[in-house]
Nanobody
Framework: QVQLVESGGGLVQPGGSLRLSCTAS????????WSWYRQAPGKQREWVAA???????KYADSVKGRFTISRDNGKNTVYLQMNNLKPEDTAVYYC???????????????WGQGTPVTVSS
């Protein structure tokens, strides 16, 4: 049974940093592209960043230069380092394996519970 568990969210002031983690179990993790997504209150879920099995990365324009995605295949874990956070980054953050394109809204697995991030002073 596939399980995705996100963690690391919290309340942070604008300009602050957080590091999110997502651990996957029940699957072959190392050979796939993995992405982070987020869903702000009242908005659709959106793609944030992706990383290939070889470590290549892509980012949404809204987070480029501030967020860094990485992975540890030995731990079946993907990370999202978020720096210089802004109030508009407030959302619940999820990880998943995208279907097709790296930024696809369609994903291979069911969503985990996500980890909430609130950026506020």
């Amino acid at each position: 049974q596939v399980q995705l568990v996100e963690s690391g969210g919290g309340l942070v002031q604008p300009g602050g940093s957080l590091r999110l983690s997502c651990t996957a179990s029940g699957i072959v993790f190392s050979s796939a592209v993995w992405s982070w997504y987020r869903q702000a209150p009242g908005k659709q879920r959106e793609w944030v960043a992706a990383i290939s099995s070889g470590g290549s990365t892509k980012y949404a324009d809204s987070v480029k230069g501030r967020f860094t995605i990485s992975r540890d295949n030995g731990k079946n874990t993907v990370y999202l380092q978020m720096n210089n956070l802004k109030p508009e980054d407030t959302a619940v953050y999820y990880c998943n394996r995208p279907q097709g394109a790296w930024n696809s809204a369609k994903t291979v697995y069911a969503w985990g519970q996500g980890t909430p991030v609130t950026v506020s002073s």
